[in-house]
């Protein structure tokens, strides 16, 4: 497809279960980013990968949180043992980046995570 | 101190008004500052970006840089009620080594009346 997809739309889960997200970014855009965002607030960044590698970490909030991104496209968000406070929507971007980083970041429609 | 700070709102303007939306950061390395829109549930869009002081005018869009006080602001002429979303700032620092990501504020909700 043409844009960022995210899979599942939304999920439901209870605590203590493990999730997946999957996010496939825009063909050829080698930097992917997740980001979390609660209602009523502004995405909270939680990862980048340029290429393969996880470039900036230091968003994840806890080691319940891990991400991959083994082939350099679809990336995998991995929370452990969910907690309800997990609960909200999390957005994946892309963009072309390389050397000159633009900041226009093109994010998926987001999975929207409940736990209970 | 939040790294980006926004008026959450809600700021509700009449059609036609001039909407004028605020933001202030703590960074002061940050060179790019970024106007995202988000409809309810829907994800962020980019509409604006500036990298030097002064104002950039796109279309009914202008946004203005302060660097020295810090302050990036977006104006909306001629508001219509398509205009109704919230807003989210969002600021860029490339030197920091390895952080390559935008830093949002908690965005703020305008709504324009007709």
């Known amino acids: 497809g043409a844009g960022v997809s995210q899979t599942p739309s939304n999920k439901v889960t209870e605590k203590g279960k493990y999730v997946e997200l999957r996010c496939d970014p825009i063909?050829?855009?080698?930097?992917l980013y997740w980001y979390r965002q609660s209602l009523g607030q502004g995405p909270e960044f939680l990862i980048y990968?340029?290429?393969?590698?996880?470039?900036?970490d230091s968003g994840l909030p806890n080691d319940r949180f891990f991400a991959v991104r083994p082939e350099g496209s679809v990336s995998t968000l991995k929370i452990q043992r969910t907690e309800r406070g997990d609960s909200a929507v999390y957005l994946c971007?892309?963009?072309?980046?390389?050397?000159?980083?633009?900041?226009?970041?093109?994010f998926g429609e987001g999975s929207r995570l409940t736990v209970l | 101190q939040k790294e980006v700070e926004q008026n959450s709102g809600p700021l509700s303007v009449p059609e036609g008004a001039i909407a004028s939306l605020n933001c202030t950061y703590s960074?002061?390395?940050?060179?790019?500052f970024f106007w995202y829109r988000q409809y309810s549930g829907k994800s962020p869009e980019l509409i604006m970006f500036?990298?030097?002081?002064g104002d950039k005018e796109d279309g009914r869009f202008t946004a203005q840089l302060n660097k020295a006080s810090q302050y990036v602001s977006l104006l909306i002429r001629d508001s219509q009620p398509s205009d109704s979303a919230t807003y989210l700032c969002?600021?860029?620092?490339?030197?920091?080594?390895?952080?390559?990501?935008?830093?949002f504020g908690q965005g703020t909700r305008l709504t324009i009346n007709p």
């Open positions: 969002a600021v860029f620092n490339p030197i920091i080594q390895g952080a390559q990501k935008l830093v």
């Open positions: 960074d002061r390395g940050s060179q790019s």
């Open positions: 063909s050829g855009h080698t930097a």
């Open positions: 990968f340029q290429g393969t590698g996880a470039a900036d």
């Open positions: 500036i990298y030097s002081n």
């Open positions: 971007a892309s963009s072309p980046s390389g050397t000159r980083y633009t900041g226009e970041l093109f």
